[in-house]
């Protein structure tokens, strides 16, 4: 297994001693944003290469292709790029609804929020993004598995 997933075990692990989280996104302010990810991650045009990359992995995944059966992926590709460039730093603004409200009647379990990141982890090497900003990028997105995994 890589390396990468055994990170994001245990950055989810400690996501998940943290308190709970009520606003639609994790705060971003130049004091938590890593300070280059949004550069990093290619700015906005980098994230939405990323965004299509790793939704096409997703509605194709062997596992948990079905959760997005009924997803419009362009939908989904916006909501993305949003969130991915706001929490990287970025001059985006996510005004979606919050990860509980999405996800509260997915039935998603711990095992479809891991085989998610790995997903994310494949688009992310696909693209070229360098581990350690994998790393920052998937420390930032942990804290939301308390809302989006909703079956235990």
């Not at 297994?1 to 996501?15: D, H, N, Q, R």
């Not at 948990?64 to 970025?90: R, W, Y």
Request: aromatic letters at 4%; glycine letters at 6%; proline letters at 5%.
């Amino acid at each position: 297994m890589k390396t990468l997933v055994l990170c994001c075990a245990l950055a989810l692990a400690g996501a998940n001693l943290a308190h709970a989280q009520t606003a639609a996104m994790p705060t971003v302010s130049p004091t938590t944003a890593p300070v280059g990810l949004y550069a990093a991650l290619g700015e906005k045009a980098g994230i939405v290469r990323l965004v299509d990359d790793f939704v096409e992995r997703l509605v194709h995944h062997p596992r948990i292709g079905n959760q997005f059966k009924d997803t419009k992926p362009a939908a989904l590709k916006e909501s993305l790029v949003e969130q991915f460039c706001q929490i990287s730093a970025g001059p985006c603004v996510y005004e979606g609804s919050s990860m509980k409200e999405v996800h509260a009647d997915m039935d998603i379990t711990k095992g479809d929020f891991n085989a998610l990141v790995e997903a994310l982890q494949d688009a992310m090497d696909a693209q070229g993004i360098a581990f350690a900003q994998q790393n920052r990028l998937l420390a930032l997105l942990a804290p939301m598995h308390r809302d989006v995994v909703t079956r235990h």
